[in-house]
């Protein structure tokens, strides 16, 4: 049988991961990963021309160089259309539709969807416009011993869109930052506001065929820049699968996934492609804090280090509506990965184009591989490119294994600026010490 033609959008570490995954595929002919990084060079074709949000570009190579599936990473050309684009081509693509893809593209859309369907997650209030907004966020500090309050611009803001505000002057902040200033555009039209719930975090995965699913084991993120999870928030700086202490499994299967898949496609929007809830476990149980439409960054580069199936007949199965025939094999190994980042990051603030040195030494430590995220080569050397550089992954049979092996990854890599933190998985550890 002919091998498969495969084009992967994106650049970031989930797309290395992903990559480096799908090239181990017997089903695979040839891969294209547009635009790329450095990394996904070594185990595919780059696209450097193709940007992820050229649309049109992404549907005419598609035709062009007869793609047979197309995998979408990041969650802007979702919600730009992309997947009905190549679907109007006839091209097969895993992701979903613009319409499907709401549920992480309006946080208003999901959570009435989420009310609908009976999803556990905090109570909520929309708001329209900054004096309603401001109303609310009175009323609310007015109250005695009153719980943080969580304000979410409507819309994709580069994850930046989430205030946890503490007081009344932090909140009246984020009202003028997301209603008056609009700093994340037309995605701040609309705040959802809820009360905050103490909790640790988890990310799920599900693979979605728009009527079943496989739900992966959870994997937890440290999403704040600094070890203690201090300071901004970022895009994650490190990862741990699966988590020791996690235990509700079958409540997100049952709850979380099932029900709003079937929401999604009672109203039709049958949702095909990676759902990623990310979930906080309350005292309650676990509630849904949001729904992402396509796979987690840095949760990928855990899950691929422990997925034992063929990643390409899994994606392909989901869109061919095929996913109850299939099973996944996972590692019974821990996976870790630590996020190698530029000094500056998570603002926008940092150097760019600085010399990278140490992957070859750090893929020779047993159980290590390394999956770029911004890093390109320019004049033949490998330099950074982007506020996430690399993600050092390791495996080992406990966490604590896993995460020695990451970090003796770690330990071989320099850059000017680097800055990782120390920290990643320590608290799971102390929780769970026999892991
Ligand atoms: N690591 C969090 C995310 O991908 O949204």
């Known amino acids: 049988m002919k091998g498969l033609k495969v084009l992967l959008i994106g650049s970031g570490g989930r797309e290395h991961a992903l990559a480096w995954k799908i090239a181990k595929s017997p089903m695979l002919g040839k891969l294209y990963v547009a635009p790329g990084n450095a990394g996904t060079s070594a185990v595919a074709e780059n696209v450097p021309t193709l940007k992820a949000m050229d649309i049109d570009g992404i549907v005419k190579f598609a035709v062009a160089e007869d793609i047979d599936l197309t995998i979408i990473g990041p969650d802007d050309p979702l919600n730009a259309g992309v997947v009905d684009a190549l679907q109007k081509a006839k091209r097969k693509v895993f992701g979903p539709t613009k319409a499907a893809a709401r549920i992480e593209a309006s946080k208003v859309f999901s959570k009435q969807l989420m009310e609908d369907m009976r999803v556990p997650t905090a109570p909520h209030t929309v708001l329209y416009d900054a004096s309603e907004a401001m109303g609310l966020v009175r009323d609310h500090f007015g109250e005695p011993g009153a719980a943080p309050l969580v304000l979410k611009a409507d819309g994709l803001a580069l994850g930046k869109g989430v205030y946890i505000c503490r007081t009344l002057d932090e909140a009246g902040e984020a009202v003028d930052e997301i209603m008056v200033k609009q700093v994340h555009g037309p995605a701040g039209k609309m705040i959802v506001a809820e009360n905050f719930v103490n909790g640790r975090e988890v990310s799920m995965h599900a693979l979605c065929d728009g009527t079943n699913f496989k739900l992966f084991p959870a994997a937890q993120d440290h999403k704040p820049i600094f070890d203690g999870d201090f300071g901004p928030n970022t895009g994650g700086m490190g990862t741990i699968a699966p988590v020791p202490w996690f235990a509700h499994q079958e409540v997100v299967r049952e709850h979380i996934v099932e029900p709003i898949l079937q929401g999604l496609k009672k109203n039709g929007w049958p949702f095909v492609g990676c759902l990623f809830p990310g979930i906080k476990i309350s005292r309650e149980g676990p509630i849904v804090l949001e729904y992402n439409a396509r796979f987690g960054d840095p949760e990928t580069q855990v899950h691929m280090r422990r997925f034992k199936s063929d990643l390409l007949a899994l994606l392909l199965a989901c869109v061919e509506g095929r996913l109850s025939e299939m099973h996944i094999e996972w590692s ?9 980042a530029s000094e500056g990051y998570p603002s926008p603030k940092y150097k760019k184009g600085v010399p990278i040195s140490g992957i070859e030494e750090a893929l020779k430590v047993p159980g290590v591989e390394v999956f ?11 330099v950074t490119s982007g506020g996430r550089v690399l993600g050092v992954t390791g495996v080992g049979s406990t966490l604590r294994k896993a995460l020695e092996c990451a970090y003796a990854g ?8 680097m800055y990782y933190r120390r920290d990643i998985g320590a608290r799971s550890l102390a929780l769970c010490r026999e892991f």
């Open 410 to 417: 770690v330990e071989q890599i320099e850059f000017e600026g």
């Open 332 to 340: 019974s190994d821990f996976a870790a990965c630590i996020v190698l």
């Open 372 to 382: 770029h995220a911004g890093t390109s080569i320019v004049n033949g050397k490998l």
